[in-house]
């Protein structure tokens, strides 16, 4: 059956934590209500097509599950478990991108001359100042810092994985970066 599949595939080590819960909760709370009770050999593509169809999951949720049922399908084709993965003849469901609204320059100036009283205005210069990521910014320690030649090394992230803190390395190689400390925000 589909859930028994998804349990095993996603128990599998190699992944990092963040993505194992991504994953875990794809498969928890959308996938194995929602396909869990088909046998695996017959799962089709109208039956996964029709699951997205009726699903009330956001369009990036879709995308995630439909990514992690077809990431543990190919694995069991590679297995040889079935023959064919039913979601390479189901269309991948579409998302609306989120519109960003940054704040503008005043506003973020607003911000940080409110912040400045208070034990949080050093972090909240030097992620406006910076253009940090809320986790790289929880990620800082004093050794990030190299006042000498005014710069700012971002080699690490905290982040959150269902409500239990951790320092990870950022997701990608473009992510360890240094970047060159406004003198705003060096002060």
């Known amino acids: 059956f589909v859930r028994e599949f998804l349990t ?11 993505t194992d819960a991504l994953y875990g909760n794809a498969i928890r709370v959308h996938l ?21 169809q009726q699903s009330t999951a956001g369009g990036r949720t879709k995308q995630v599950c439909y990514n992690v049922l077809k990431l543990a399908i190919d694995h069991a084709v590679r297995m040889g478990i079935i023959s064919a993965n039913p979601l390479d003849r189901v269309e991948r469901p579409k ?14 100036k607003r911000i940080m001359k409110a912040a400045e009283d208070t034990h949080y205005h050093a ?9 940090l990521r809320q986790g790289e910014l929880f990620g800082l320690k004093w050794r990030s810092v190299d006042f000498k030649k005014g710069l700012l090394h971002i080699t690490e992230q905290m982040v959150d994985i269902s409500g239990h803190l951790s320092m990870q390395l950022p997701k990608t190689d473009t992510g360890c970066r240094s970047i060159v400390l406004p003198q705003a925000a060096l002060a």
């Open 8 to 18: 095993e595939w996603v128990s599998r080590p190699g992944r990092a934590p963040a």
């Open 123 to 131: 972090a909240v210069v030097v992620g406006f100042l910076c253009g």
């Open 32 to 52: 194995t209500p929602g396909l869990g009770q088909i046998r695996l050999d017959q799962l089709s593509p109208v039956q996964v097509d029709t699951f997205f």
């Open 95 to 108: 998302a609306k991108r989120k519109e960003i609204h940054p704040f503008s320059a005043d506003e973020a």
